[in-house]
């Protein structure tokens, strides 16, 4: 798939994955100083990028682990949906679920991006459904 990009910082460079075999492409933060993220507090990190999603797809924006595992560190929204008639520049609300302050450096990869195909739904409105193993129990219902 091509996806069309504006670049709004042309020292960063564009999303790649980190391996062949990776899903997502590491989005990076474009700011121009530091931001720190204190403990419990969540901050709007710019990407420095716009992108023209084909029609049919949409952008996921994730967490990224290690920043999880090292500094509780993930992405609020997980994962965030950009979706194909977005034009704006891509953000990522990143929240510090950790005990300590983190620092987030410009060029930081701060989450990943995966591209998804999206269905078109047509409703079927009926007046009941066929029944299932599960029923209707909720969290939790399939086991211990």
Known sequence: ??????????????????SVGSSGLDLQAHITSPVVLEAGRRQLIPTGLRLEIPTG?????RPRSGLALRH?????NSPGTIDADYRGEVGVV????????????????????????????????VDGLQDSDRGAGGFGSTGA
Not at 96 to 123: C, D, M, P, S
């Open 1 to 18: 798939m091509k996806i069309r990009v504006q670049r709004l910082a042309e020292d960063l460079p564009l999303p790649e994955k980190a």
């Open 72 to 76: 509780g560190v993930t992405v609020l």
């Open 94 to 125: 990143l929240i510090n679920l950790g005990q300590e302050a983190v620092t987030v450096e410009r060029g930081q990869r701060i989450a990943q991006l995966v591209f998804a195909k999206v269905e078109a739904v047509e409703w079927d409105l």
């Open 57 to 61: 797809f949409e952008a996921q924006v």
